[in-house]
């Protein structure tokens, strides 16, 4: 499975956003898809995970309330709709995926079996 993000951009705090992930190479529904952050001189972190259907989300607790992740199936894409941003939410977001058929759950394991090239996120004062 292949992942691309984009979307990323510079935005005013206060702004919004709506980041990409689109998948080739494999049956997207069978895969959780999740979104990670790395912002510079920190460890990459959890943002955000969808089920294969979509019907569980799941979000770091920086994020609750502002971010939401979501899927269309169909267009073999997740998305990460981000308002409210901060400057701390500045970093690189990355969308990934655990190995088909495995839960949503295995991202936070670290489960990770598939990354995609990341997109710069970033949020002026």
């Known amino acids: 499975v292949q992942l691309q993000a984009s979307g990323g951009g510079l935005v005013q705090a206060g702004g919004s956003l709506r980041l990409s992930c689109a998948a080739s190479?494999?049956?997207?529904?069978?895969?959780?898809m999740g979104w990670f952050r790395q912002a510079p001189g920190k460890e990459r972190e959890f943002v955000a995970a969808?089920?294969?259907?979509?019907?569980?989300?799941h979000y770091a607790d920086s994020v609750q309330g502002r971010f939401a992740i979501s899927r269309d199936n169909a267009k073999n894409t997740v998305y990460l709709q981000m308002n409210s941003l901060k400057p701390e939410d500045t970093a690189v977001y990355s969308c990934?995926?655990?190995?088909?058929?495995?839960?949503?759950?295995?991202?936070?394991?670290?489960?990770?079996?598939?990354w995609g090239k990341g997109t710069q996120v970033t949020v002026s004062s």
């Open positions: 990934a995926a655990p190995a088909e058929n495995d839960s949503w759950k295995t991202l936070l394991d670290g489960g990770i079996e598939y």
């Open positions: 969808i089920s294969w259907s979509g019907g569980t989300t």
């Open positions: 190479g494999g049956t997207f529904s069978n895969y959780a």
